[in-house]
């Protein structure tokens, strides 16, 4: 980034983001008030975390990313458009989730995480069995985990590891039905050929 515009991504840390380790937070501390509050990981360029912002102001939502380019995005949104009901983490996002206490959040969602797509690989994946009982953790009864992909080895994991979790139920939705815009990297891979795949599930 450019000096100045460096300088402005400090101030709006500094105002609206939030730390990746810490003690776990209160969320109507945070927000000043008590309401829904969405966790988004990996949300890349934003696009998820500002449509979500802009259509529903009653819900807040902790966006976390560690892309640069894209943290800039959301915090110069949050300021030119008064999105007082977004938080960002410039961080990791299971890091984040011991700041996030039992049963706080109405949904997490998980889109498009980075595929990690060579078999040696796969063991990064964010999505696999332990850290689906940990979003589950940390949703409320009847709060949702979303899901999405383009990778279909991807996609068949995370539906065995979310089916695997007892407290969850659910499994794919139709992507008219999911609640989220296109975004850049689905874009890219409808151009590429693959189809995403949404799964929805709520705790029990």
């Known amino acids: 980034m450019a000096p100045a515009r460096q300088d402005r991504f400090v101030a709006w840390l500094e105002r609206w983001g939030l730390e990746e380790s810490g003690p776990p937070l209160e969320w109507a501390a945070v927000f000043g008030r008590r309401s829904d509050v969405v ?8 696009e998820s975390v500002l449509d979500l912002a802009r259509r529903q102001p009653a819900v807040d939502i902790v966006g976390i990313e560690v892309h640069t380019p894209g943290v800039a995005t959301v915090l110069d949104a949050i300021e030119s458009d008064g999105l007082r009901n977004v938080r960002v983490v410039f961080g990791d996002g299971l890091r984040f989730l011991d700041r996030v206490s039992a049963e706080t959040l109405a949904s997490v969602r998980v889109l498009f995480p980075d595929p ?9 994946r964010m999505v696999a069995a332990d850290t689906v009982a940990a979003f589950t953790d940390r949703l409320c009864v009847g709060g949702t985990l979303h899901l999405a992909t ?6 068949a994991a995370m539906r065995v590891a979310a089916d695997g979790e007892p407290r969850l139920t659910g499994g794919p939705v139709d992507r008219s039905t999911a609640d989220r815009p296109l975004t850049r990297f689905e874009q890219r891979g409808i151009a590429e050929g693959r189809t995403a795949t949404d799964l929805l599930y709520a705790r029990r």
């Open 39 to 46: 966790l988004d990981i990996g949300f890349g360029h934003g």
């Open 116 to 124: 990690w797509p060579k078999p040696r690989q796969h063991h990064r």
């Open 150 to 155: 383009d990778i279909t080895d991807y996609a």
